[in-house]
């Protein structure tokens, strides 16, 4: 396949990174469903709990999948279902209509996570991997960051919202989905469909003895809960230590964003000319810098320049951890990518643990948990290869 294909092809994959996105909309979504239902905070809280539930039942049974059906017909499954669950919501807003759209759009997501990194390395092959991963991690961050703008300013009346209000970004992001699957379903990719024995749930389990497999879940565990971990505790690092409200205090996690985005943006140009090794340990020790700062920091401009450092450390890990677990077993990558997907779900463990943690020594307890997964990203180092 020459460049000029792959670049074309690469179109309608991009765009399924942008439908990606769509599964950030829960968090802004379930705000407005919370006050427009008057529910509690832990009745509202199970929608975004959802997403992260699917993804443990779901990826590994996608990972086989791939092997009977295809990955380009994998991810058209996960656009179709990803669309039916924004159409949902254009009927009505019930409690019991928005846990079934939340569900398949958990369900959605963790079919397209599962299948869409496998698809993109048929068309691009192994050399830019790592670095095409982390630029369609920048694509799928540009439709999270505009989920709560489209609900806004549908909330507003500042756009045409049909009478929707803030449920018009359900619309905007449907029809996208439909563009997005119309344009992959058209667009011809050559691949070799398994026709042996399929492999079980038990068989991608006990992938999970090759150290590299295994080394690299519990990389992407560590980078998702300091991810899910930093969005928690940067706002209640700036209450408790320059005594912000908790409005102006939210800065903080649109700031981590800011600088996950251009770190995913920059990341995919670094990959391309620097050893991934080397971009890998300056990732790292960038996190590691923002711990420190992080845990001693009580002033507003330390602890601005430790959410940055983290935002733009931890935004390319599991493109690199996911991409040296799938170049390193090239006989199972759809199970490797079903297992590595699964490990999205230790986002759970990490909040919980850093919940205890605080009660007991405040935010700097927190701080010390993401630490660990940073000392752990540290051994991981020489396992990065390729």
């Not at 396949?1 to 792959?6: A, E, F, G, I, Y």
């Not at 806004?152 to 009346?157: E, H, K």
Request: with cysteine; glycine share 8%; net charge positive.
């Amino acid at each position: 396949m020459s460049n000029q294909n792959k670049s074309i092809y690469l179109i309608p994959v991009m765009l399924c990174f942008f439908c990606m996105g769509f599964v950030d909309l829960v968090g802004i979504a379930s705000n407005y469903v919370k006050a427009d239902l008057g529910l509690s905070d832990s009745v509202a809280n199970i929608f975004p709990s959802l997403v992260f539930f699917w993804f443990l039942i779901f990826s590994i049974p996608t990972g086989m999948l791939m092997n009977k059906i295809g990955r380009k017909k994998t991810v058209l499954l996960s656009l179709i279902v990803t669309v039916v669950s924004l159409f949902i919501p254009l009927f009505g807003e019930s409690f019991a209509v928005m846990l079934v759209a939340f569900s398949l759009l958990g369900i959605g997501n963790a079919l397209m996570q599962t299948s869409i990194n496998p698809l993109a390395m048929l068309i691009i092959g192994d050399k830019n991997l790592a670095s095409t991963l982390t630029f369609g991690q920048f694509v799928k961050a540009i439709a999270s960051f505009l989920a709560p703008y489209l609900a806004m300013w549908g909330a507003m009346q500042a756009m045409p919202s049909f009478g929707y209000g803030w449920r018009v970004l359900f619309l905007v992001y449907f029809v996208v989905g439909v563009l997005a699957s119309l344009l992959l379903w058209a667009t011809p990719i050559k691949e070799e469909i398994s026709g042996g024995k399929s492999s079980s749930f038990m068989d991608c389990i006990k992938l999970l003895g090759k150290p590299i497999v295994l080394l690299s879940f519990l990389g992407i565990m560590c980078h998702v809960g300091i991810d899910v971990g930093t969005n928690t505790t940067a706002p209640k690092l700036l209450m408790e230590r320059v005594g912000m409200t908790l409005n102006e205090a939210a800065f903080a996690t649109s700031l981590y964003f800011i600088f996950r985005t251009i770190g995913a943006l920059t990341g995919s140009f670094f990959l391309r000319v620097l050893k991934t090794r080397w971009f890998f340990i300056i990732s790292v020790c960038l996190m590691a810098a923002s711990m420190i700062l992080m845990f001693s920091g009580e002033s507003k401009t330390v602890l601005y320049t430790a959410i940055a450092l983290v935002g733009y450390g931890n935004s390319n890990i599991f493109s690199m951890a996911f991409s040296e677990a799938l170049l390193s077993v090239p006989d199972k990558q759809n199970e490797v990518s079903g297992l590595m997907i699964m490990g999205l779900f230790g986002g759970t463990i990490f909040p919980l643990i850093m919940g205890f943690m605080s009660d007991a020594m405040g935010q700097a307890g927190a701080v010390a948990v993401m630490a660990v997964g940073v000392i752990y990203l540290f051994t991981y180092i020489p396992q990065v290869k390729h």
